[in-house]
Structures are given as C-alpha cells and as structure tokens.
C-alpha cells in the first residue's frame, strides 16, 4: 500500500494541472478522474502497478475504474498533510471512509420513529411490527431518481369540508397552503420548479439518530447514513430558500456537532447565525453516572449575508416579577428599584453632587449618575424617586413594565414541553409545543411569507404558521392516524383553540391542499412491509414481474430457478431481498411519463400537474 502510495503522489506530479506551490491538489485530481480526462488516465497507464490497480481487461480492452481510485485518492493516507482538506471535511465521510462532500450516495429513506432497523444491521429494542430496511443508491444506481413526479389525489379543506380540484384546474399553486405526502427527498425536488427560491423559513426537527427517540441502531451505520441522509436533504433545501430566508434545524447532543460542520460545507460557515439551546424539560435531582441531558439545540442558518430578523421579546420570569414588591398604596403600584449609579465610565455631566427636594445632599457615586441633573431632578417632581435616610433610587412601576419582557437570545428556557402545562394543552402527541415554532416563525417571517416543513409528523409547524397567517409546505411520508397533519389541520381550519390559538387571536378559517407523490414501485414496496406469509410475498413477486421495475441487477429466472431457497429464508430476509429487487428510480410515476397509458394518470390530475410544472 504504502509503495503504491508513493508511486502515485510521484506519477501525478508530473501532470503540472495537479500541482500548486509544490503540493498536489488532491480536488483536482479526483475532478479528472471522475470526468475521464485523457491526460491523466494516459499518465496512469504509464506505471504497470498503478495499471493493475486501477484498470480492468474487458473484452481485450481495459477499462478504468474511476470509483475505485477517487476511494483511492481520497482515502486519508493519500495526501495526510492537506490542510485544505481536513479544514474543510473534518469528520464527514461515509461508512467507506470516503468524504461526504464528494459522495454522490443518495440515502434514500430513514427509518420512522418506533421502526425497527433490519436489512443486516443490528436489532435492537422491537418497537412495533413494522420493520425499515435502510437502503443507499450509489451514483451508478441513479439515473432518474431525482426527476420531478406526478402528484395525485389532490383534495382541498377549508371550514366547510374537503373537495377535489375537477373543478379548479386553474388554482395558483404558489399561494396555497400544500401538504404533500411521499418520500421527502423526491418532494423536495419535485417543489423545485415552483418554488426555487421562494421559501422564506424552513424549519426542520429530523431524526436524532439516537436511542432516545426509538432509533436504536448500530451506531457504526447510522452515523455515516444519516449524515448522508441530511446531505442529500439541505443541498436541494438550500435552493428553496429565498435569499432573504433562515433554516432551523433541531437536534440533540447526538449529531449536533457534525449538523454544524455539514452545515457550514452546504449554506456557508459565515451564514451560521445561532444555535439556539431549548431546554426543553428539567430531570429535577436524579442522580445517574451522567449529567442529564434536557437541552435540544436548534442550529441557525440563513441563505445569504442580507437575511430577515425580527427580534422577539419572552415574558418576564416569576423571578423578575417578584422583585416588584414596594407598593406606596397609590395609584401607580407597585414598584421596584433601579439604582441610579452609573456602571461605565464617569462622564462630566453626571459627575455632579445631587441636592434633593428636601435639602439633602447626595454625594456624586465614585462612577457618576446614570443620567444628567434636569432628568434626575424631573423624576424626583414627578414623585419617582425612591429617597430615605440611606438610599436613593429610581422606581420601576410593574404595571409600566409587565408587557416588556426581555429580548430573546440563544438559550430559550421559558417555553415548556409538557402536555397541557403553560396553556398550551394539544390533543395530538409527539409534536414539539407549538410557542416553540411560534418563537422561529416570529424571528424570520412576516405574514404571507412560505414556511416548509420536510419532517412534519404530527404537523405542528404547518399548524402554528396557519394560525400565524403565513404561507406553508409540509411534507411527511408515513401515516400518523389520530395524530395525522391533516387531521390536526382541519382541527385548525375549524377553530381549534389549543397552543398558541388565543395569543394570536386566532378563530379558524383558511384553507390547504393536500396532494401525493404518484407511487409505482413504492406500492410493491408498501405490499411487501405489510404482508404477513410467504404465500402473500410470492403473490407479490408474479405481480413485480410482470408490472413493476427491477433492478438491472435482478435476474427473474435465476430467482425462480432457486425459489425453494427463497421460501427456506425468514419472513423478515424475504422482505428484504424483495425490496432490494425493486428499481428505486422508480418508486413513484416521474412527470415525464404522465402521458404514458400504464400508468393511468388521470385527466383531471393531467392538467393539475401541468398546472404546477407552469405548462398549462
């Protein structure tokens, strides 16, 4: 390895593209690499060890492996001292060791929370019967993965019930309220066209990656995974947003650091704006061998230098309001104490003895008055100085004072995330309380503005920027039953008065459409989870031959030829190796083919896509 090493680094420099300042530029050689470039593959083909390594003979002809040797290049032991790219990509890289930023992996899917994680990675707690089977498509895998798709099942809500669209073909997509049901990253590209650069706030409360929240997995997987998982996510995010728009990512100790260095890499170190601590509940005096863990962290990014912030006020804490405890029985109240020394530097108009209405003398404090002679003296005339043989001091009326609050900064301890304590009683559990995304809404966003929500659950965030009176998308690929998004909504729609309903004086009305991606083969795929025997899967797989896309590495006789050893495997494997045989290009029907007669894409949903893809 280590001979191969050297041969290489001393190979590649004698391409002068490649070196800067006497150092190799290990990005460019890899960028070469990948684009086939004949200069350097004649270079390579020069040494017979580095040929060996990096080339095959196909049919008399030899082919360069490009994946293998960009694995190669990029491993950490070729080219270790450079700096640029371990500033750059420290801690990022993928289970094969290859760094995050440049893999072209997709990961899929993520487990929903209270799945169990097969498909050979270790099981841990069941949580219920449904079982995940993670799955990462390497670059050669894709092709039209990423292609906007069809919507369908299009329906609207509002206050007097759920309609079809038949008869409003001619809706603006652009203004309306969307809940959109599929997998997130193919809506997300499929919201593209429309709505580049129009999201003005995305707020986000992905999976932990811990075993906290039912993920409990092998941690060696999952790092890695989810870490590509929420690449593949924010880079096409990060395109939605306006250029004037913030994204709020929430999550705990867990994946909080590596958030902020993906982060960094994919909206810019100089976009961070905060990362907000929320403690979101308190472990009162348990003794364990570990401090307990009560903060999540919601990570601050805006799209661009010119971002939008409203400063927001909290209230005032108990401990505050209890120091108003002087009361001079008038009608002004109570009062507190605010002490009229300055705390800076002195300065010579208020750097003065101070004579009272009653002719006693006040010594100048050592740092001078916080204010000049005339406005100390016209607060003593108007009866708000607090004056007795020892102390003088302003006083600090509650009832001036109580809608003030303190402006907020990054450690947000005053909002709770109990059920029903702090007003704030939700008949929908799982979600964060909605004062929480209230509080981000109000620091980014003004009304009208679009708020999208990629892991929605229960739909809390759509609900909160419903009742705030701003624009929304929210996308969720699992049914949530009683705690489902539409559900809660058209609680919301019809006046629902929990969470933040009476502080912002809100009594229902508005509306919102719901929509979904068009499956194919993600309806095998839904078949196959669900089905409870052998016989049921083999009625799957006919089905798959004839009607559903496999992958290019599937051979159907070959399997139909060996199907006693595939009824020889547990119900579990046998899901999963159905699953695998599954093209996933083609989960759901791509907007390309909506023409095409297999898959019965309706008339009415025709011109409503077209409507959205701005061709009709």
């Not at 073909?169 to 590209?189: C, P, Q, R, T």
């Amino acid at each position: 390895m280590q001979n191969l090493l050297e041969e290489l680094i001393q190979l590649l420099s004698e391409d002068e593209r490649l070196v800067s300042e006497g150092k190799l530029l290990k990005n460019k050689v890899i960028e070469l690499a990948l684009n086939m470039d004949a200069g350097l593959i004649k270079l390579l083909l020069k040494n017979e060890s580095i040929k060996r390594h990096f080339f095959a003979e196909i049919g008399g002809v030899l082919v360069f492996d490009k994946i293998k040797f960009q694995r190669f290049v990029s491993n950490k032991q070729f080219l270790p001292d450079s700096y640029t790219t371990f500033k750059n990509k420290i801690g990022l890289v993928n289970e094969n060791g290859d760094y995050l930023s440049e893999s072209r992996e997709v990961a899929l899917a993520w487990p929903y929370k209270d799945c169990v994680l097969e498909g050979g990675q270790t099981k841990e707690d069941q949580k219920r019967d449904e079982i995940f089977w993670n799955e990462t498509l390497a670059p050669d895998e894709i092709d039209r993965l990423l292609a906007p798709k069809v919507f369908t099942s299009f329906k609207q809500y509002d206050k007097d019930g759920e309609y079809d669209l038949s008869g409003n073909e001619k809706i603006d997509f652009s203004k309306e309220n969307l809940i959109v049901k599929g997998n997130n990253l193919l809506a997300l590209h499929s919201l593209y066209k429309r709505f580049a650069g129009q999201v003005k706030l995305i707020y986000i409360d992905p999976p932990y990656n811990t075993g906290s929240d039912s993920f409990k997995y092998n941690d060696s997987f999952n790092h890695s995974t989810w870490l590509t998982f929420m690449k593949n996510r924010l880079e096409v995010a990060r395109g939605l947003l306006s250029k004037e728009g913030s994204i709020f990512i929430q999550i705990d100790d867990n994946e909080q650091a590596y958030t902020k260095v993906l982060c960094d890499e994919v909206f810019g170190r100089d976009n961070f704006k905060a990362q907000i601590s929320w403690l979101r509940s308190s472990s009162g005096k348990t003794v364990s061998r570990n401090l307990p863990s009560d903060v999540d962290y919601l990570i601050w990014y805006s799209k661009s230098e010119s971002y939008d912030f409203f400063p927001v006020y909290t209230a005032l804490s108990p401990t505050t309001i209890a120091m108003y405890n002087k009361d001079d029985k008038d009608s002004r109240g109570k009062y507190r104490l605010y002490p009229l020394q300055k705390t800076g530097g002195p300065g010579p108009e208020t750097t003065y003895d101070y004579k009272d209405n009653k002719g006693k003398i006040w010594k100048c404090p050592a740092k001078g008055w916080r204010m000049k002679f005339g406005k100390l003296k016209a607060l003593e005339n108007d009866g708000r100085l607090y004056i007795d043989g020892k102390t003088i001091a302003e006083k600090a009326y509650w009832n001036e004072r109580e809608n003030e609050g303190r402006l907020a900064n990054n450690l947000w301890d005053d909002i709770y995330n109990l059920q029903g304590s702090n007003s704030e009683k939700i008949d929908f559990t799982g979600q964060k309380p909605e004062n929480l995304i209230k509080r981000v809404v109000e620091l980014v966003t003004k009304e009208s503005e679009i708020v999208l929500d990629f892991h929605l659950g229960s739909g809390t965030t759509c609900a909160v920027a419903h009742k705030m009176g701003r624009q929304y998308i929210g996308i969720e690929q699992l049914d949530y039953q009683e705690n489902d998004s539409v559900v809660r909504l058209k609680n919301v729609i019809n006046g629902d008065q929990s969470g933040i309903s009476k502080a912002v004086n809100y009594n229902g009305g508005g509306s919102f459409i719901y929509c979904e991606l068009m499956e194919y083969n993600e309806t095998y795929i839904n078949r196959i989870r669900k089905a409870k025997t052998t016989k049921e899967l083999l009625a799957v797989w006919e089905e798959m031959q004839e009607k559903a896309f496999l992958s290019y590495k599937v051979d159907p006789k070959t399997i139909n030829a060996n199907i006693s050893e595939f009824e020889s495997l547990s119900l579990d494997e046998q899901r999963r190796f159905l699953i695998e045989a599954l093209d996933k290009n083609q989960l759901y029907v791509n907007y390309s083919e909506i023409d095409d007669e297999d898959y019965g894409v309706t008339d009415t949903d025709k011109k409503l896509n077209r409507r959205f893809y701005w061709e009709a």
